[in-house]
């Protein structure tokens, strides 16, 4: 059977190790989609509908075709179409330079018969709201039912309830490096795109399926990327738009969306707004939980959450809509459904412990089932001085006023089949790896480095790595349900061990010794029952001559597992004066399974922290309900987290056994609960709804006041 | 229903109205160097919003020969210019992200001053020492921002990378022992969607130490 071995064996798994693209990230050599400059290639824009809701009247081209430098202008809507949001796609245009296609954008020109919008979750369930889905009745869809258990009996055991409505807005993805492509046409028949992407091989795919083309006549490349967070899985339409465009040319073209197209249409988290009645009994069990809510996912559905979450309860009836609003659709955003679901969850259970009196996290510890977590309870609790808080929420002195909140989640990232992957050693001691995933910045090239070095007995650096790429046919899953190291790993490690099994073979007559016997140890391959035969890697390897091992892997059960589960706490200072939350301090115990790298592991649940942070405070599209815009489509309006919105941040990888599962999502989800939790104990009101902001603060001040 | 229906065609972005302004300046302020590029810098000076210009810019030591219009920013001929010999520029180390000064992803040094180079015209830049994310390591010697960058994995996807160690150099250049409040305040130009911050915090502090 398979294993990662112990901890004690290891001399790079579970270390600390910096990654291998490290020295061209910071140099600037590393060259992502947006940064990709081909011979002759022409530049790539869209023009988007300013209007929400519009019958596409006429389109004409033609002033943009005439400009000089003009190379390509072809239409996306088609008149007598609706459009259905802003930011939706008209046409788009070749240029030879960017600046060129901007002015061309402007040269062409569109009727629109403007028609009523509705934007928000409230314009479009009003009772004579417009109609904007022939499908769905007042713009909603069929509510979503569940029912477990006796509802009214378990609210006849409870000894306190509590009534309130939670709601967060929706966000946005925010990718650095925006949505897009360069499209070149090696000849009719063969493609090759630099695709900003988490999935090489579903873009190779749709984009094989959109020109009629053998799969493998398509080949997409990611040696980069710059952030998707869940929304970069298929081409879109400005993938296909632009091999479109390079195919007329016959010029590669390069279409980068622009920081607004972004954010309108690039994907978004959807809204949650939940109206909960819940009860506990007297000695602290959640015994009944009625929740009626809805959300938005633009113009499509898709704007599910967690509710309730992860916390047992027994007796519960809930009720979902998606609302319909004409604003551009949600995609897949770091842990989908479940930081709003469980911001939502973690202040009801606040408001419940404090109405029977018991401290917060007592009243989890009573209510959650998982073991994992009542562990982290424990330790996030030492490593913040959970002793410290209120104990009387909102009784500390002063203008500044301090609070502490706990928060949890629950993941699944077990990984699965779909990987191939070979590694090769060659003879001058080289070895390389290569599989059809790609690094969307979690350091998946570093770890595959870390399974195979650990494997041969060489450094990381001493492993070639080739992701981002579908052209040498190994193709791997997106980058998506934090999957992908579970997904890749057990299959490296197993193409690592067949090649390391052959070239034993290789070596064993030399050595004297049976094959089962051989060991790798510092660049030397030796022999276990006699210390003395050793051969180096180099002189092993040498023996290949032109003979290179070539081995693939094999998805391996035993290797991986799902389910992560985590806690965070927040100490957070709230100036009662100005409304402005600063958080001191967050305790991420995060589970982690077999952490790869420990570093890396790091950064991610750093990096989950601080999304959820920017969530909690900051975070909000914002729609103007009269125009049906988007009000904050730039990076200056909307605000993610910067250099002075960062606590001091504990991350504790919390490893519990030795299998590799993934940790890209769940550490986003405990952080906006706490923080909210935190916002509560500090100054002993409640901010409902996300983004805590400063004129919340103030507002339910004043109300606590009055 | 004439009234209802509403024209989308030309408009003016905020920016393209700012570089707009910024043709009619650069042509009636720095003429002379302008005037390197012939005939075309005539067009410029009559204030054409797409006349062009040859002009010469010093780029991490290296003198570049590109033709711009008077709207081209330094970003742009950093990432998609091409020089008069037909060679790509491309130093795509600097990165497009935010397009108007928000997101520090394109911030380089001009004079050793930190500068956006979105927000700056090329023919600004003239005359003056440009110094990019490329030009920061000496040959293989990483800068020490660099290494310490590297090491405590500051970085995640990397795109906003470039614009960080520019200004954590120029940062360390000027305060070879910065507080966390004045690493803060120097990176606070800069934006990072990967939540690499803390890693930053500590690289820098570790940099400081070598400098
Ligand atoms: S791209 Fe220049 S500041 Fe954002
Ligand atoms: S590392 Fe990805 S945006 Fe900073």
Redesign the interface.
């Known amino acids: 059977m398979a294993s990662w071995g112990e901890a004690s064996e290891s001399r790079l798994i579970g270390k600390r190790i910096?990654?291998l693209?490290?020295?061209d990230?910071?140099?600037?050599?590393?060259?992502?989609t947006?940064?990709i400059?081909r011979p002759g290639m022409l530049?790539g824009r869209i023009l988007r509908?300013?209007?929400a809701h519009?019958n596409v009247?006429g389109v004409d081209l033609s002033e943009a075709e005439a400009l000089p430098g003009v190379k390509a202008v072809i239409q996306i809507v088609e008149v007598g179409n609706k459009i259905r949001y802003q930011g939706q796609e008209?046409a788009a245009v070749a240029a030879e330079?960017?600046?060129i296609a901007?002015?061309a954008i402007?040269?062409?020109?569109?009727?629109?018969?403007?028609l009523p919008h509705v934007v928000t979750e409230a314009d479009a369930m009003a009772e004579d709201a417009p109609q904007i889905r022939d499908d769905w009745a007042g713009n909603q869809s069929n509510p979503n039912v569940r029912e477990e258990g006796d509802l009214e009996g378990g609210f006849a055991q409870a000894a306190v309830e509590v009534e309130a409505t939670y709601h967060a807005p929706v966000q946005t993805h925010?990718?650095?490096?925006?949505h897009g492509n360069v499209a070149e046409w090696e000849d009719e028949q063969n493609l090759t795109v630099w695709a900003s992407t988490q999935g090489v091989f579903g873009v190779r795919n749709d984009l094989a399926g959109s020109f009629n083309l053998p799969a493998n006549q398509v080949r997409v490349i990611t040696e980069?990327?710059?952030?998707g967070?869940g929304s970069k899985f298929g081409p879109g339409v400005e993938g296909r738009r632009v091999a479109e465009l390079a195919r007329i040319t016959g010029r590669p073209v390069k279409l980068?969306l622009?920081?607004k197209a972004e954010h309108l249409v690039a994907g978004n988290r959807p809204s949650m707004t939940q109206h909960v009645r819940a009860g506990a009994t007297g000695d602290g069990r959640l015994i009944a939980y009625d929740m009626k809510g809805h959300g938005t996912g633009g113009i499509s559905s898709g704007a599910g959450f967690q509710a309730p979450y992860v916390y047992d309860v027994p007796n519960l009836r809930t009720e979902r809509v998606n609302v319909a609003v004409n604003v551009g659709n949600q995609r897949a955003m770091r842990a989908p459904g479940h930081p709003q679901g469980a911001f939502a969850m973690d202040s009801l259970m606040d408001e419940l412990a404090e109405k029977l009196g018991m401290n917060p996290l007592e009243f989890r510890r009573i209510n959650d089932p998982s073991e994992v977590r009542q562990a982290q309870y424990t330790l996030g609790a030492q490593e913040i001085g959970w002793h410290r808080r209120n104990s009387v929420p909102g009784a500390g002195t002063g203008v500044k006023k301090r609070g502490m909140g706990v928060g949890s989640g629950q993941w699944g990232g077990g990984g699965g089949r779909g990987t191939q992957a070979r590694v090769t050693i060659n003879s001058d001691g080289t070895v390389e790896a290569v599989t059809g995933t790609q690094d969307?910045?979690?350091?998946i090239r570093t770890a595959i480095a870390i399974i195979v070095a650990e494997e041969f007995g060489l450094a990381p650096t001493d492993i070639m790595v080739t992701v981002g790429d579908s052209g040498p046919g190994l193709p791997s899953g997106g980058s998506g349900g934090s999957q992908t190291t579970a997904s890749v790993a057990p299959v490296i490690k197993t193409a690592a061990a067949a090649a390391k099994q052959k070239l034993f073979e290789r070596i064993a007559p030399q050595l004297n010794a049976p094959v089962g016997d051989l060991r790798v140890g510092n660049r030397t391959i030796y022999v276990v029952s006699d210390r003395t035969k050793t051969i180096k890697w180099e002189l092993a390897t040498g023996q290949l001559g032109m003979d290179s091992i070539s081995e693939g892997g094999e998805w391996d059960e035993e290797l991986r597992q799902g389910g992560v589960a985590g806690t965070q706490f927040a100490e957070v200072e709230v100036d009662t004066e100005i409304g402005e939350v600063r958080v001191i301090k967050i305790v991420a115990v995060q589970d982690c399974g077999l952490a790869i790298n420990r570093?890396?592991t790091?950064?991610?649940i750093?990096?989950?922290?601080?999304?959820g942070l920017g969530q909690a405070l900051l975070e909000e599209r914002l729609m103007d309900a009269l125009t049906g815009r988007m009000l904050n489509a730039?990076?200056?309006d909307y605000k993610?987290?910067?250099?002075?919105e960062?606590p001091?941040?504990k991350s504790i990888v919390f490893d519990t056994h030795r299998k590799v599962t993934g940790i890209g999502e769940p550490p986003c989800i405990p952080t906006p609960g706490a923080i909210a939790n935190a916002v509560y104990n500090a100054i002993g009101v409640r901010v409902r709804e996300l983004p805590i902001t400063p004129d919340k603060i103030l507002t339910a001040l004043a109300e606590k006041k009055a | 229903?004439p009234d209802?229906?509403?024209?989308?065609?030309?408009?003016i972005s905020r920016r393209?109205f700012l570089k707009g302004v910024g043709t009619g300046t650069v042509a009636a302020t720095v003429a002379p160097s302008v005037l390197i590029g012939g005939e075309k810098a005539a067009d410029a000076q009559e204030g054409d919003a797409?006349a062009s210009a040859t002009i010469q810019l010093n780029i991490n030591g290296k003198p570049y020969q590109v033709e711009v219009?008077a709207?081209?920013t330094l970003l742009?001929v950093l990432?998609?210019g091409i020089d008069t010999s037909g060679n790509?520029v491309?130093?795509?180390?600097?990165?497009?992200?935010?397009?108007?000064g928000?997101?520090g992803?394109c911030t380089v040094m001009v004079d050793g001053s930190l500068v956006y180079a979105c927000m700056m015209l090329a023919m600004d830049a003239q005359d003056k020492q440009i110094t990019?994310?490329?030009g920061?390591?000496d040959g293989d010697d990483?800068h020490p921002?660099?290494e310490a960058?590297?090491?405590h994995?500051a970085?995640?996807?990397?795109?906003?990378?470039?614009g960080f160690?520019v200004s954590s150099a120029a940062l360390l250049s000027e305060n070879t022992k910065p507080t966390l409040e004045e690493?803060?305040?120097g990176?606070?130009g800069?934006?990072?969607?990967?939540?690499?911050?803390?890693?930053i915090?500590d690289a820098v502090k570790a940099a400081s130490k070598k400098m």
């Open positions: 910096p990654r693209s490290g020295r990230k910071v140099t600037g050599k590393a060259k992502y947006f940064d400059n530049y509908s300013e209007i519009a009247v008209i330079t960017d600046d901007k002015d402007r040269l062409i020109h569109v009727d629109l018969e403007e925010v990718c650095l490096e925006t980069h990327m710059g952030g967070f980068m622009t920081r969307i910045g979690t350091g570093l890396t790091e950064s991610q750093n990096g989950g922290v601080i999304m730039n990076l200056e993610v987290p910067g250099t002075f960062i001091e941040i | 229903m209802k229906e509403k024209k989308q065609g030309t408009s393209s797409v219009e709207r081209t742009t990432r998609d790509n491309d130093l795509t180390g600097a990165k497009l992200i935010c397009d108007r928000e997101c992803g990019t994310v490329e920061l390591a990483l921002v660099q960058f590297i090491q994995d970085l995640m996807c990397g795109f906003c990378t470039p160690v690493i803060k305040v990176l606070s800069n934006t990072c969607r990967c939540g690499t911050y803390p890693f915090f």
